[in-house]
């Protein structure tokens, strides 16, 4: 193939374009991040949560979340005792966003449950999505690929926790991303930076340094439905045996 | 938004899979019920279901072609659906549906027709003009020989395409049953049973389909309908409904005897949601009565138009009674929670893209196809013969 210098001139910026492209896909350059170093979860300690919905809404804002849709909600419990049977009344109203309503109820056991993907290590939406377009990180985290999703929606009925929705606009399926922009960057998520609290604690299991470690063994730490063998990694600690 | 009781996900609160996910197990249901249907003649020989093996391999490609339509107008990414192909999820089931679609489309029924309807091809090829001739003759793909040793060698291997093709229908069917039983999120849905029972209401369901479309059409054509053909396809129904039936139960009875965490909320919504669609519409009209009715002309002697109106009844009862099980899974199994605490409800749209229009046009168009197939490629043997006399007056 003959080029000359006229031919060479022009296609030059294309070239660096596309070099360009094929840098942006390699996380790797962006800071010194090293994937197999990390192995990310997340810990919530249903004590400390307080239904402000300080983290919903962070988390909306950070994430451009549409609205009526959640990558993370709060759901409150109220538990009863009327004639020696227990009553069990849950809601999440805009997925706690705004925070609740007080309720000074005598004899009703109340407490806040933090809700968001559990980035299962053996996670069944993963498992069915068609194209791979859904994936578990070498660190852990859980992600879909925006520009491959089919919006089949298969992984949102696959998912046992309920925290993946269809973008209205976008058609793919979201759900929480654990911030990755965030956390390759050396921050932690915004729901945990947000929280007055400390009610969330993102947890690298790969660092022995990581106070989660020392929180699991001196903890009675429970995942959500662990019959489901998913290898859920949002640890809870306090969580109640009525929590689904 | 959705009427909702009780407390759902947020996310849950809508449903993800619409009429149209209701309407593909129903489409290949009748592919492979179908396709079983004509492989009685073909393999297991039973000569007296003869008149409905070509309608039936007809009709099974009918609505094959139009199977996958529901699904790609369903996603919403339909240009992206490529890429099923060509870069497959292997652990996931739905990512297998392209290969099992062109595997039973290409290898087993197009092949099996154009093997059985070779000769009546080439016969075309030399009787028609103009642009039919010019279809026939592509049809023929350049192979004119229909010398008794051609059509022998046809023969056996049509007769091996049909053995292939019979796991290749439960495949198809079997596969669909196992994207909804894989579930185990979703305590509805996750049972292993629910592949084998989607193949047994698959097999009657295309049955009961080609039982109707085969009186129907004979009705039309001012044709006499043979009495000993329907009296075993609704024979055959019978046998499978009773199959279908049995495992339907065990399911329920295993479901009810174990209980288990799920239980309550299931059985709340089967007595309040699901109620009309599935106990009333489903078990009793669609199941309870055809089979009654067709265990009916097994044990007492009717007139033979007494006989057509029961089998016509029960066919018809049949199909609504299987489209409302397909629904009952498909819907039914997103109006709870699963954190099995709430309810939601389906709002299906008119004229949506998933709404009841485009579900109602794609439960048609395969009739329309059908149609033109049965106009180009007739199934009749009475046609077969004149066509044979047509090609002997042509090779004199």
């Given at each position: 193939m003959n080029i000359t210098r006229r031919h060479f001139l022009v296609l030059l910026p294309a070239a660096a374009l596309a070099w360009e492209h094929v840098l942006a896909g390699t996380p790797e350059l962006s800071s010194n991040y090293n994937t197999s170093d990390h192995w990310w979860g997340m810990l919530v300690d249903i004590e400390k949560c307080i239904g402000c919905g300080s983290c919903v809404r962070a988390c909306a804002k950070e994430n451009n979340v549409p609205d009526g849709y959640y990558r993370t909600w709060i759901e409150r419990y109220r538990i009863k005792e009327v004639n020696g049977l227990e009553?069990?009344?849950?809601?999440?109203?805009?997925?706690?966003?705004?925070?609740?309503?007080?309720?000074?109820?005598?004899?009703?056991?109340?407490?806040?449950?933090?809700?968001?993907?559990?980035?299962?290590?053996?996670?069944?939406?993963?498992?069915?999505?068609?194209?791979?377009?859904?994936?578990?990180?070498?660190?852990?985290?859980?992600?879909?690929?925006?520009?491959?999703?089919?919006?089949?929606?298969?992984?949102?009925?696959?998912?046992?926790?309920?925290?993946?929705?269809?973008?209205?606009?976008?058609?793919?399926?979201?759900?929480?991303?654990?911030?990755?922009?965030?956390?390759?960057?050396?921050?932690?998520?915004?729901?945990?930076?947000?929280?007055?609290?400390?009610?969330?604690?993102?947890?690298?299991?790969?660092?022995?340094?990581?106070?989660?470690?020392?929180?699991?063994?001196?903890?009675?730490?429970?995942?959500?439905?662990?019959?489901?063998a998913t290898q859920a990694k949002l640890y809870y600690n306090g969580l109640d045996g009525a929590v689904r | 938004m959705p009427l909702t009781d009780g407390f759902m996900y947020p996310n849950e609160v809508e449903l993800q899979w619409s009429v149209l996910i209701v309407l593909y197990p129903f489409l290949t249901g009748l592919v492979a019920g179908a396709f079983i249907l004509a492989s009685l003649e073909r393999v297991f020989r039973v000569e007296a279901v003869k008149p409905t093996y070509r309608l039936a391999l007809l009709t099974a490609l009918a609505f094959l072609l139009v199977a996958p339509m529901p699904l790609q107008l369903h996603l919403g990414h339909p240009e992206r659906s490529f890429e099923m192909y060509l870069t497959p999820h292997r652990s996931s089931a739905m990512a297998m549906f392209g290969f099992v679609y062109l595997w039973y489309l290409m290898a087993v029924l197009v092949l099996e027709i154009w093997l059985d309807y070779r000769k009546d091809i080439v016969l075309l090829a030399q009787s028609t003009t103009g642009l039919k001739r010019l279809f026939y003759r592509?049809?023929?793909?350049?192979?004119?020989?229909?010398?008794?040793?051609?059509?022998?060698?046809?023969?056996?291997?049509?007769?091996?395409?049909?053995?292939?093709?019979?796991?290749?229908?439960?495949?198809?069917?079997?596969?669909?049953?196992?994207?909804?039983?894989?579930?185990?999120?979703?305590?509805?849905?996750?049972?292993?049973?629910?592949?084998?029972?989607?193949?047994?209401?698959?097999?009657?369901?295309?049955?009961?389909?080609?039982?109707?479309?085969?009186?129907?059409?004979?009705?039309?054509?001012?044709?006499?309908?043979?009495?000993?053909?329907?009296?075993?396809?609704?024979?055959?129904?019978?046998?499978?409904?009773?199959?279908?039936?049995?495992?339907?139960?065990?399911?329920?009875?295993?479901?009810?005897?174990?209980?288990?965490?799920?239980?309550?909320?299931?059985?709340?919504?089967?007595?309040?949601?699901?109620?009309?669609?599935?106990?009333?519409?489903?078990?009793?009209?669609?199941?309870?009565?055809?089979?009654?009715?067709?265990?009916?002309?097994?044990?007492?002697?009717?007139?033979?138009?007494?006989?057509?109106r029961i089998y016509v009844s029960a066919g018809c009862l049949t199909l609504i009674g299987i489209f409302a099980m397909r629904w009952n899974v498909v819907i039914g199994g997103q109006l709870f929670s699963k954190s099995f605490l709430g309810y939601t409800t389906y709002k299906m749209g008119f004229v949506a893209k998933e709404g009841l229009l485009p579900a109602i046009l794609l439960t048609l168009l395969p009739f329309f196809i059908l149609w033109a197939l049965v106009k180009l490629l007739p199934p009749w043997p009475e046609e077969e013969t004149t066509h044979m006399a047509h090609g002997t007056a042509a090779g004199d």
């Open positions: 009553t069990l009344e849950v809601d999440s109203p805009d997925g706690g966003k705004n925070g609740f309503p007080s309720s000074d109820e005598p004899g009703v056991k109340q407490f806040f449950v933090p809700k968001m993907c559990n980035h299962c290590a053996d996670s069944p939406c993963t498992q069915v999505c068609p194209v791979g377009a859904t994936f578990v990180s070498p660190d852990g985290v859980v992600l879909i690929d925006e520009k491959y999703c089919l919006g089949c929606r298969y992984c949102i009925q696959a998912c046992p926790y309920g925290c993946r929705f269809l973008h209205p606009e976008k058609n793919v399926a979201q759900k929480c991303t654990l911030c990755y922009h965030r956390i390759t960057q050396g921050l932690t998520t915004a729901c945990c930076e947000n929280c007055p609290t400390g009610a969330r604690q993102l947890a690298d299991l790969k660092n022995p340094k990581d106070p989660i470690h020392e929180f699991l063994r001196t903890h009675k730490v429970q995942v959500l439905k662990p019959h489901l | 592509v049809l023929t793909l350049g192979s004119n020989n229909i010398s008794p040793n051609a059509l022998a060698i046809d023969n056996r291997v049509g007769y091996i395409v049909t053995v292939i093709g019979i796991p290749s229908a439960f495949l198809l069917h079997g596969y669909v049953g196992f994207i909804f039983g894989s579930v185990k999120a979703n305590p509805w849905w996750s049972t292993p049973l629910m592949p084998v029972v989607f193949l047994f209401s698959a097999m009657v369901s295309g049955i009961a389909a080609v039982m109707l479309l085969y009186m129907l059409l004979n009705r039309l054509r001012k044709q006499p309908i043979d009495m000993r053909c329907v009296d075993t396809v609704a024979k055959y129904l019978f046998y499978a409904f009773i199959i279908d039936f049995s495992l339907e139960m065990l399911d329920l009875i295993h479901r009810i005897y174990e209980a288990d965490e799920s239980f309550h909320s299931l059985d709340f919504m089967v007595h309040s949601r699901l109620y009309i669609s599935q106990i009333v519409v489903q078990i009793l009209l669609g199941t309870v009565l055809p089979i009654a009715l067709l265990g009916l002309t097994q044990i007492a002697k009717f007139t033979e138009i007494v006989r057509k």
